[in-house]
């Protein structure tokens, strides 16, 4: 008789998978996965909407969901053709001079610990939130050195370098995290990129900034609606409520 090794199933005979790193997020917005559209380019309905899993979605059509993955417990959404990201190729693009932002369907709420991941390219670097839940709670870059973070009130944190700097239009993308842990020590971590810009999970500026106020999150790529929106492509977002290790992040940004 064979036995089996430890965590090895016992119907397939053979080591189960681990579970992916995504498995215990709050959000997951995954790259061209559950994208659906109402709106071409030009803003005319869609009937029946296209969407990226039916390989329906057309270039620049306008994305009015984008469904949490893999369970529909969660979506950003946006029922203005005009507010509306546009689909490129698998992301979501937010284009330059363009106000265009989702809303979520429900707001997430973070009291205690979290790490928040985007892999993005950016397509400008001037007060261009990735969350945001009005003027109290967002994540914005304020220029291609710093980053700008407020949690629950009018403290600002922020992390700023003096030479690295975030560019635009880079043939990679970066994965930005920022994290808390049950302190309430915030960081920031920068990863990829494309020389000579280009970062390997990097410490972002302070280390010193300490936030305990709760964290609320009703948008993605605005900090509030039409406010400081998102230039860039936007791939994926990822929310947890727990502080990832060096060695998560990692695994985080090879999944990605």
């Known amino acids: ?103 979520l369907f429900h707001d997430i709420v973070l009291t205690g610990e979290f790490s928040i991941y985007f892999k993005v390219t950016m397509g400008g670097t001037t007060n261009n939130a990735f969350i945001g839940g009005s003027t109290s709670n967002f994540w914005r870059i304020s220029n291609n050195k710093e980053f700008r973070v407020r949690i629950g009130g009018t403290a600002n944190n922020l992390f700023t370098e003096t030479t690295d700097i975030i560019a635009t239009n880079t043939a990679a993308p970066y994965v930005f995290c920022l994290q808390r842990d049950t302190s309430g020590f915030l960081s920031l971590f920068v990863d990829g990129g494309t020389e000579p810009n280009n970062y390997f999970d990097k410490a972002w500026g302070s280390t010193t900034n300490v936030d305990t106020d709760t964290m609320t999150i009703t948008n993605i790529g605005a900090t509030a609606d039409d406010t400081q929106t998102f230039e860039g492509k936007m791939y994926d977002v990822l929310v947890y409520d727990t502080k990832h290790s060096t060695a998560q992040r990692n695994i985080i940004y090879d999944y990605l």
């Open 1 to 103: 008789m064979k036995l089996l090794r430890l965590g090895q199933s016992l119907c397939e005979g053979k080591a189960a998978p681990p579970p992916p790193p995504t498995a215990n997020a709050l959000l997951y917005l995954k790259e061209n996965t559950h994208m659906a559209s109402s709106f071409d380019t030009n803003c005319v309905v869609i009937s029946p909407e296209t969407s990226s899993d039916a390989s329906t979605i057309n270039y620049q059509d306008k994305i009015t969901r984008w469904i949490n993955y893999p369970a529909l417990s969660n979506q950003a959404e946006q029922s203005t053709c005009t507010d509306s990201p546009e689909y490129y190729y698998g992301a979501a693009n937010f284009p330059t001079g363009e106000s265009v932002y989702f809303d």
